[in-house]
Every structure is written in C-alpha cells, then in structure tokens.
C-alpha cells in the first residue's frame, strides 16, 4: 500500500516561500510565526534557488551576536544545493530518503515547478492512516 501513496498525496500545497531578497530577521519570524523549520526560496520567476532553514538562521545568531553585524537578505544565508523530491515519489522513497539524508523537509517539485514541500511529519501522517 505504501507504494501508491505518492509524496503528492500529504505535502503542503501552501507553501510559505521566501525570495533571495527578503530581510533574514523578517524570514525568522515568519518560520517562527508559522511553527515550521525551514522555507524553499524562489526567484522572481518562482524558480527553486535555495532553502533557508533553522540551521542557516544559526549563522544570523552567530554574525549579529559575535561579531556584532547586521543581519542581510534571505540569499546571504540560505543553502543553494537543495535536495528535492518529485510529486509522483512514493511515500515509503520519501520516508527512505528523510533517513538517508537527514533532512527534515523536501521542496515537492513537478518537473521544475515547485508544487509543495513535505516533512517527516507529513511521511508520518501517511503511516498513520495507513493504520
């Protein structure tokens, strides 16, 4: 059954985004707002360029505490090697590629659109409604 539940089936349509352009700290309190740990960032075309995540904020807390500087743009922070998952992935690949990667979310793309992100949370919602 796990191989015809596709990642599509439980990623989050409504993705919160961010561009390369946005404040970090503003960045911060909207994945703080929202409760979630890391937004894919698009370009004005809505092109995937990056991810920012709880990790890369780390690097806002460690230049404006230590050495005492602004924080920048979303761009100056974010991961650009992004690992994504296509729409059609069955579940238990994502579930395989969450324990392989360590990752806590994958961008969802259809060919090159982003079209959603999914989380270990999500992989678990899809087990516990197989149950």
């Known amino acids: 059954m796990m191989r015809t539940i596709r990642a599509r ?3 989050v349509r409504d993705v ?12 911060i309190s909207v994945l ?3 409760g979630i740990s890391g937004a894919p960032v698009v370009d004005g075309t809505g ?13 806002v807390a460690l230049e404006a505490g230590y050495y005492g500087e602004r924080a920048g ?15 059609d992935t069955p579940i238990a690949d ?3 590629r969450f324990i392989e990667t360590g990752r806590r979310r ?6 090159t ?18 149950g």
């Open 9 to 11: 089936n439980y990623m």
């Open 16 to 27: 919160v985004t961010f561009s390369p352009d946005t404040d970090v700290m503003d960045a």
């Open 32 to 34: 703080v707002e929202h």
């Open 47 to 59: 092109n995937l360029v990056g991810l920012l995540s709880e990790k890369d904020c780390l690097g």
């Open 73 to 87: 743009p979303v761009g100056q922070y974010m991961s650009r090697s992004v690992d994504t998952i296509e729409a």
């Open 94 to 96: 994502v579930a395989r």
């Open 106 to 111: 994958f961008p969802v793309m259809d060919g």
């Open 113 to 130: 659109r982003l079209v959603g992100q999914i989380s270990r949370r999500d992989v678990l919602r899809a087990i516990r409604d197989l």
